[in-house]
């Protein structure tokens, strides 16, 4: 080839993957997975189960055939649920990124080359990496944005290559199979025996991958060093990402609003707690250890150290994504810390302002409702998490515990009064107004509600009013609807008596799930995925005679070419989870998103259904007794022989229909049947649901 036409060839492909990186932090748009679904995401279960078998030594113990016939059916049923959320992404700059430095690492390891390894990006704040059998390596975001540099993450991704070529979740799988059948020298110990037993194992491969990850690593350009400073990140894995941002009080005081009574502790006077028997149980060494360990092999065997260091190039993404992804679940204070850390470096970023303002009015709402909405008869399950995310933060990082005690010092009327400011002073140069209008609108019912008798608070919102008027507008509404709405109930996340006729639904990932409680291992697999793709030509069955029109976003039904489906299926998930652990009174940080989704399918109706079915075993007892009886009255001893020979079902069908404008589950069913999954008994309790779904529901 002409060496001006190879010379082109390189910039084009140099251009392409920049391309693929860059981003215009200022707008900021959410990575999504693009391009062609991969094999790995629109593979059945039972194909994959299949393919794994044939890797089964037939010469191994029968006991040992067993272990693996079990491991390889559960790990890829967990690898597909994994990848079915839409959570997993593809062809993204992070993967592509990823994927591109294991070229580099599989260029200087030659063993690799037969290797059929992966790597997908995770978008989970936890800063860690998973690796399966199938050698598909699962990277989170939160470890992306906590590692500088690129050689820092060529070493993780080689200590995860370690974890597949030593295959350690097979071996571990056997492991606790065989303390958990309480055989040998496992029979009759203790809990915390087997505990310890299995975290000590785990222990034992983790050094096995540092010191084979090592030398994979040691092969490659890059520089020996960010081994040791990989691990050294580690040690503050409880900090999203480290950062000089000192919070002040004046982060958030505005020309309306000040906090002079507010305390700020110092970060040295606050204390992070540590979990009892951390450290025991863990199933990972202690760094030092591990530090020391790779120290003393580079001693034994040296490499060159590379002079240049190459700098992580999609961090600053990853960093980005985690502000919206700590939102999304509910975790608040991490959402502030991560949001302020990089508005400190991207002050006019459009995206990061509309996040903070999100942030603050998604805290000031859920404070508002604590006080002054909940009651011990409610059964919302934010009020459970709130609690649970406040006393976690307890052991969490001093930063972030910073800003959650700065918070608590704060009056509600006063975070009323800063969610409001914050939001309305971008409102009108902000692209999603709209949406935000909306949440200035929530803030200021609340303060019509509950703090226009504090003067503070008054002054703010009178200020505003005589200096702009579509305030004053907005400010009108919120105090008229306060008024019409001060005896109603908050009643988000509750089924409504009745819900009018619907004809048009978005049904996701519906359910059959299959178990067989006589038996130690209860879940029926395969039986389950058949079973599903059953279930869902029901669905089209059903639909079609009541004329109900729906889109169904399934990963069993995916194709390669239905990336956009399984993107939406993510968004509308990610609706769901947050819905849960938002207040009642707040509208979700997707609104704007979902608003375009609602658009595209032309419905708000967001319907979740399936079954669960239960094969039990009856009492030998009461089984010999029917059997007794009906042999004194012999006419229906048939009855007793079938009662004795034919076992148990339970069967639960449920169906859930929720508003995506409202945020509320207007309809529900859930209900027991107590025989078997039949085809007819599926078919007309589904008919059943979707009768009720289209007429008005009494």
């Not at 030594?57 to 990848?83: C, G, M, P, T, V």
């Not at 020996?224 to 409880?238: D, F, H, R, V």
């Not at 959650?404 to 902000?430: H, P, R």
């Not at 697999?525 to 005679?545: G, H, P, T, V």
Request: proline share 2%; aromatic share 12%; charged share 25%.
């Amino acid at each position: 080839m002409n060496k001006h036409i190879k010379t082109l060839f390189l910039n084009l492909f140099l251009f392409s993957s920049i391309s693929l990186i860059a981003q215009n932090f200022d707008a900021y748009q959410e990575i999504k997975s693009s391009g062609t679904m991969p094999k790995d995401f629109i593979t059945l279960l039972s194909d994959k189960y299949k393919e794994d078998q044939e890797q089964i030594n037939k010469n191994d113990k029968r006991k040992s055939q067993k272990y693996q016939h079990q491991f390889y059916l559960e790990s890829n049923f967990a690898i597909n649920e994994i990848i079915s959320t839409g959570n997993v992404l593809f062809n993204d700059p992070i993967t592509n990124y990823l994927n591109s430095i294991y070229d580099n690492i599989k260029k200087d390891n030659p063993s690799l080359q037969n290797k059929n390894i992966r790597f997908y990006t995770s978008k989970s704040t936890i800063i860690n990496a998973y690796t399966t059998h199938a050698g598909i390596i699962f990277m989170n975001i939160g470890l992306i944005a906590k590692v500088k540099t690129e050689d820092e993450l060529a070493y993780i991704m080689c200590h995860e290559i370690a974890h597949f070529i030593k295959k350690h979740n097979i071996k571990q799988h056997t492991f606790n199979e065989e303390i958990d059948s309480e055989k040998g020298k496992y029979k009759k110990v203790d809990w915390e025996t087997k505990m310890f037993s299995k975290a000590n194992y785990s222990q034992q491969h983790e050094t096995e991958a540092d010191a084979l990850g090592y030398e994979l690593f040691a092969n490659t350009k890059y520089k020996a060093s960010a081994a040791i400073e990989a691990l050294t990140n580690l040690k503050t894995y409880y900090l999203p990402f480290e950062s000089d941002l000192a919070f002040s009080k004046s982060t958030f005081e505005n020309q309306y609003i000040s906090f002079p009574d507010a305390q700020l502790l110092p970060l040295d006077s606050i204390q992070i707690k540590e979990y009892e028997n951390e450290q025991k149980y863990s199933t990972h060494p202690e760094v030092d250890a591990r530090i020391e360990a790779i120290s003393d092999q580079n001693k034994k065997n040296p490499h060159k150290d590379s002079i240049q260091t190459i700098q992580n190039k999609v961090q600053k993404i990853a960093q980005f994504e985690m502000c919206h992804l700590y939102l999304e679940k509910g975790m608040n204070y991490h959402s502030l810390y991560t949001t302020l850390a990089l508005l400190k470096q991207d002050k006019s970023s459009r995206y990061l302002n509309a996040v903070l303002r999100k942030t603050l009015y998604a805290l000031s709402q859920g404070e508002t409702y604590v006080k002054h909405y909940a009651s011990e008869d409610d059964e919302i399950v934010f009020e459970d998490f709130r609690k649970n995310y406040n006393e976690s933060l307890g052991y969490g990082a001093k930063e972030i515990q910073q800003i959650s005690l700065f918070f608590e010092s704060i009056s509600i009327n006063e975070l009323n009064s800063l969610a409001t400011t914050a939001i309305w002073q971008n409102a009108s140069s902000d692209q999603l107004s709209s949406v935000m209008k909306l949440r200035c609108e929530d803030l200021l019912e609340e303060f019509y509600k509950h703090f226009e008798k504090d003067a503070k608070s008054k002054q703010v919102v009178e200020s505003l009013i005589s200096q702009d008027e579509s305030f004053a507008s907005l400010a009108s509404l919120a105090k008229k609807s306060s008024r019409e709405k001060a005896k109603q109930p908050v009643s988000k996340k509750k089924s409504k008596k009745g819900v009018a006729g619907i004809n048009r639904l978005i049904i996701i990932s519906p359910e059959y799930r299959q178990f067989d409680l006589r038996k130690e291992k209860s879940y029926k697999y395969e039986a389950s995925e058949k079973a599903l793709i059953d279930y869902q030509k029901k669905i089209k069955e059903n639909a079609d005679k009541l004329k109900i029109r729906y889109d169904l976003l399934s990963p069993v039904s995916f194709n390669a070419s239905d990336v956009k489906s399984i993107n939406d299926l993510a968004l509308l998930k990610t609706f769901l989870i947050e819905n849960s652990v938002c207040a009642p009174n707040a509208i979700s940080s997707k609104r704007e998103v979902i608003n375009e989704l609602i658009k595209r399918y032309k419905t708000d109706k967001l319907a979740l259904m399936g079954t669960y079915s239960f094969h039990v075993d009856k009492s030998l007892v009461k089984k010999f007794m029917v059997l007794t009886y009906t042999g004194v009255v012999f006419p229906i001893l048939p009855l007793g022989i079938w009662y004795f020979v034919v076992p148990s079902y339970k069967t639960f069908n449920y169906a859930f229909v929720f508003d995506l404008i409202s945020e509320e589950l207007i309809f529900d069913n859930v209900h027991a049947i107590n025989m078997n999954d039949s085809q007819g008994v599926i078919n007309s309790s589904m008919y059943y649901n979707f009768m009720r779904i289209k007429r008005a529901s009494k």
